[in-house]
């Protein structure tokens, strides 16, 4: 393999399409904005708004200027994050944004690491024990958390966790233990994924030469799963899930809603139903820009740990 | 992301051969009928969605309100006239999911449909006409389109449009195209070094007539597997927007909205979110897994995006 040099054939191509796939995005999101039936500027301010106000809007969003003006106006207020105001909350949107980002980025992380936990202990027993019971039962949890939509699975372990025993908040973000269902609710995709990939990882190494080798020379067994083939079956799982993350931004809107949790995905909603359309704007750029930024630099980390993506 | 899990030999006949990059195991043999449990769910549901109100017990609709959150059957105080019990206002939960089935595929199918269309159309052009900058073009916007999401394209057409069938339908189908397509791609670009084509082309056919006659037909299988696995995502990216509001709207039942009433009576009648959510599960599941099946038997090379 000739040497490549990782920030042109990585970086940079990753950056512009990422650059693009935002270009793209918010254009397509102010041609949605401009076909709200009426006059946008109406749209866009408060029910009580003056005449004078409207107008200050109308000059501001540059709605007398030609549409390609207007597309500028719009793209210059994306990329420098001026979102606007949120005429229902009475507060600039890019606050907004931050606050509730932080409770995002909180229950994602939680996320992380109920998956790193959960998963790959789960994954080596499927392995270790293939086509046994235990194997079996493994991957059966793993497909029916594959299909399972996260509001109904959400419900579900309210009703028996929260409610029936009684165990933990019912919703709300007080406390550690407030943590543990909506965390565990988001990892259980990601959980799914990484256990099928280590299984069928693990199944690959423990089949090599050198694992056979290893028994010849009678190392035990759990040296040999937990050293020999989980540390070499373990780096493409944790790459692909590292892209997989960046769901976790569009997954947890319908799960912060059912645990009332305040971050992004919530105030997104509550934007929608009190139709704040600034808000929305906002919210829904921000957490697209997210996504994309946590697929590149997933994208970047698994390039890194698989040198084989670097040449194609 | 595509993972290669092939090299490809340069040798020009032993061009079609591929050898497994590292021990990578499939299931050694594929069954050769469809495994019955996913056949049944999807049977049903498809039967459900044609027949709806035929099938159903009562009316989706109509409220009894001298019957208001009645337990499923199995459960103390439930009666057969509600096998699976009532909502908060005495709708029959059994009757609603059978004719909610109706909207999940239809959307699924719409959708997919039109994203079918497109992807393979663009999958097609862009591998017969690899050179021009307009087939670049078209790439570039497949690649960015695929990591957004969803459910953002479909809160906001909603907030814009109001939320309706169309808007759902629309929403994903902006986005799957972009995942047929990448699918199909590979395949695409494959076929047009066969010397089929090669063939074609001395001949003097045309070139919708090649990319119709010779190239498309080459492309069904890995469509079939590429529609099943994408009509799981579908049903489940349906229920969520339904769920958030962003659906279908009522009075039509839709499982995910169904779901989303539940929500207020979680202790006083926790089957009405739990049923019609199972519904969705068993759904997605069977799709997922006859998909499994089908790349099995007919693409087992195949990576979704």
Redesign the interface.
């Known amino acids: 393999m000739p040497k490549t040099n990782s920030l042109t054939t990585v970086i940079i191509p990753r950056l512009l399409q990422g650059a693009l796939t935002l270009l793209i995005f918010v254009t397509v999101v102010f041609v949605l904005m401009r076909m709200i039936g009426g006059d946008p500027a109406l749209a866009f301010a408060a029910p009580d708004a003056t005449a004078a106000e409207i107008e200050q809007l109308r000059a501001s969003m540059g709605l007398d200027e030609p549409i390609y003006v207007q597309y500028g106006i719009y793209l210059r207020d994306m990329i420098t994050g001026s979102f606007g105001t949120s005429v229902k909350v009475g507060r600039a949107v890019s606050d907004l944004i931050w606050e509730h980002t932080a409770n995002s980025l909180k229950l994602a992380v939680t996320a992380v690491l109920f998956s790193v936990v959960i998963a790959i202990p789960l994954g080596v027993l499927a392995a270790s024990n293939r086509f046994t019971g235990v194997d079996s039962s493994i991957r059966a949890i793993a497909v029916f958390a594959m299909a399972a939509p996260s509001f109904w699975l959400s419900i579900v372990l309210i009703q028996i966790v929260a409610v029936g025993w009684g165990l933990l908040p019912v919703a709300g973000m007080k406390g550690p233990a407030s943590y543990i269902l909506p965390g565990f609710v988001l990892a259980s995709l990601l959980i799914a994924s990484i256990v099928r990939l280590l299984r069928s990882g693990m199944l690959d190494v423990l089949n090599s030469e050198y694992v056979k080798l290893a028994r010849l020379k009678g190392v035990p067994e759990r040296q040999i799963i937990w050293k020999h083939a989980l540390r070499n079956a373990i780096i493409p799982v944790l790459g692909f899930s590292s892209v997989q993350i960046a769901t976790f931004i569009s997954g947890s809107v319908v799960i912060e809603i059912v645990f009332a949790w305040p971050g992004l995905g919530a105030l997104t909603y509550s934007a929608l139903t009190t139709r704040d359309f600034a808000l929305i704007q906002g919210t829904i750029t921000a957490a697209v820009f997210f996504t994309i930024v946590v697929n590149l630099l997933a994208d970047i980390f698994y390039s890194y740990l698989d040198p084989r993506i670097r040449v194609s | 992301?595509?993972?290669?899990s092939h090299i490809e030999v340069s040798y020009p006949f032993l061009k079609r051969l591929r050898l497994p990059f590292?021990?990578?195991?499939r299931r050694v043999s594929v069954r050769r009928f469809p495994p019955l449990f996913p056949a049944v769910i999807i049977l049903l549901a498809v039967v459900a969605a044609i027949f709806g109100e035929q099938l159903a017990p009562h009316s989706p609709v109509e409220p009894d309100f001298l019957n208001r959150l009645s337990p499923p059957v199995w459960v103390d105080g439930g009666m057969w006239k509600y096998p699976l019990g009532t909502d908060s206002l005495g709708r029959d939960v059994l009757s609603r999911i059978i004719v909610g089935s109706r909207i999940s595929m239809t959307v699924a199918v719409a959708a997919l449909g039109i994203a079918a269309l497109v992807g393979v159309a663009v999958a097609i052009a862009t591998a017969y006409y690899s050179r021009a900058w307009l087939s670049t073009v078209l790439l570039?916007?497949v690649?960015?389109?695929v990591?957004?999401?969803?459910?953002?394209?479909g809160?906001?057409?909603?907030?814009?449009?109001g939320p309706s069938m169309p808007a759902v339908v629309t929403s994903l189908a902006?986005i799957a195209w972009a995942r047929f397509c990448r699918g199909i791609r590979g395949d695409a670009l494959r076929i047009m070094e066969m010397d089929y084509v090669a063939m074609a082309k001395v001949e003097g056919c045309s070139s919708p007539y090649i990319m119709v006659r010779h190239v498309f037909p080459n492309l069904v299988n890995t469509l079939i597997v590429l529609f099943t696995l994408l009509a799981?995502w579908a049903i489940?990216v349906e229920?969520?927007l339904s769920?958030?509001?962003?659906g279908v709207p009522p009075p039509a039942p839709s499982w995910?909205r169904m779901?989303?009433s539940?929500?207020d009576h979680?202790?006083s009648g926790?089957w009405i979110?739990?049923v019609p959510?199972?519904a969705?599960?068993l759904v997605?599941?069977a799709f997922?897994?006859a998909g499994d099946w089908l790349r099995d038997r007919l693409d087992p090379n195949l990576e979704v995006a």
């Open positions: 992301m595509e993972k290669q590292r021990g990578r195991s570039r916007i690649d960015s389109l990591p957004i999401p969803v459910i953002f394209i809160l906001i057409i909603a907030a814009v449009y902006v799981g489940l229920a969520s769920f958030l509001g962003a995910g779901v989303s539940g929500q979680i202790i926790w979110s739990s959510g199972a969705i599960l997605v599941l997922n897994q």
